[in-house]
């Protein structure tokens, strides 16, 4: 089977797979962060289908909605590739990938490290900033059932691993518990240049949402 046709079938499977899930997590975020993925990788001289098979493998089972299992998901994608008969080199890196994509608190050491894993992770950071970074905090939230805001309870930013997943602050203290803190830990000059606007547009987000909450505005 060609490389397109296996990419075609990925994109297909992921489609169904997610066909139901939760609206920042589902194809439309899938097709957000390939296409930035593959923008980055040309420029980047990653390999290009070993990037585009995690992008679009890369949340095939979210460990947020699997009871925090973070097993599962480089299960399924293990399987799928070796239905669709991708190389034994090709399919452990892209596990590799799907394994250690997501972050996972300010306190997490990555133990894998491949120029493919940094494009795949800059462009899936790179959609939770901006303006669809926003949508996606307050709308996961609102799935959630969190506050917006609460004065009274301070964004946390030495939590452990553990204590990050299981966290259920306020959507704003989210913020300061890693949006903000994604444009230091972004890998590639494309990334970067990307994450650094959108940085900012949140920072104007965050002095506008004050204001008004405050009744200065």
Not at 144 to 161: C, G, H, V
């Amino acid at each position: 089977m060609n490389k397109e046709q296996i990419l075609k079938n990925t994109a297909d499977f992921v489609k169904e797979a997610l066909a139901n899930a939760e609206g920042g997590h589902d194809w439309f975020h899938i097709e957000r962060v390939t296409k930035n993925a593959n923008q980055i990788a040309k420029k980047e001289l990653a390999d290009p289908f070993v990037v585009e098979l995690a992008a679009l493998l890369h949340d095939i089972a979210d460990s947020k909605f699997h009871k925090g299992d973070e097993s599962i998901a480089p299960k399924k994608a293990r399987a799928f590739l070796n239905e669709q008969g991708v190389s034994k080199t090709v399919a452990d890196h892209v596990v590799q990938i799907v394994k250690h994509v997501s972050f996972k608190g300010g306190n997490f050491e990555q133990e894998f490290h491949s120029k493919e894993l940094e494009v795949v992770q800059d462009a899936d950071r790179l959609d939770a900033l901006g303006a669809i970074g926003i949508a996606r905090c307050f709308g996961y939230g609102g799935f959630k059932k969190r506050a917006l805001y609460d004065p009274k309870i301070k964004p946390e930013l030495s939590m452990t691993k553990e204590e990050y997943k299981k966290s259920t602050a306020p959507s704003i203290n989210h913020f300061y518990e890693k949006l903000l803190l994604l444009k230091d830990r972004m890998h590639t000059d494309t990334g970067r240049k990307i994450a650094t606007e959108r940085h900012r547009f949140m920072e104007l987000f965050l002095a506008q949402f004050y204001a008004e909450w405050n009744g200065t505005l």
